[in-house]
């Protein structure tokens, strides 16, 4: 009932930024929190950043602390990843997610998913 696409995703030189956009449609009222999750070469999916619907609690995983800001905007429904000092590792297929329950944000376990856009960091 939830409806998710992101965009943004490309080829970037080591050090560059990405802006990454999840635009939300459907039964949105029913979230709780997003979150974006990446997937690299040769690894499992992993939680990167979430955020709160109806506050400004944020989370990220240690890597990219410091580097990636996860933002919202309640109005458009939408949610973006601000990726800077970007590095290689950082390459990977990322996705939006949203989950319905007031659990913990960094988990696994979220209902509904978008595409992915895929994000290549390489000189």
């Known amino acids: 009932q939830v409806q998710l696409v992101e965009s943004g995703g490309g080829l970037v030189q080591p050090g560059g930024s990405l802006r990454l956009s999840c635009a939300a449609s459907?039964?949105?009222?029913?979230?709780?929190?997003m979150g974006w999750f990446r997937q690299a070469p040769g690894k499992e999916r992993e939680f990167v950043a979430g955020?709160?619907?109806?506050?400004?609690?944020?989370y990220y995983i240690d890597s990219v602390k410091g580097r990636f800001i996860i933002s919202r905007d309640n109005a458009k429904s939408t949610v973006y990843l601000q990726m800077n000092s970007l590095e290689p590792e950082d390459t990977a297929v990322y996705y939006c997610?949203?989950?319905?329950?007031?659990?913990?944000?960094?988990?696994?376990?979220?209902?509904?998913w978008g595409q992915g856009t895929q994000v290549t960091v390489s000189s």
């Open positions: 955020i709160s619907w109806r506050d400004i609690h944020t």
């Open positions: 459907g039964s949105i009222f029913s979230i709780n929190a």
């Open positions: 997610a949203g989950k319905r329950s007031g659990g913990l944000i960094m988990t696994r376990d979220y209902d509904y």
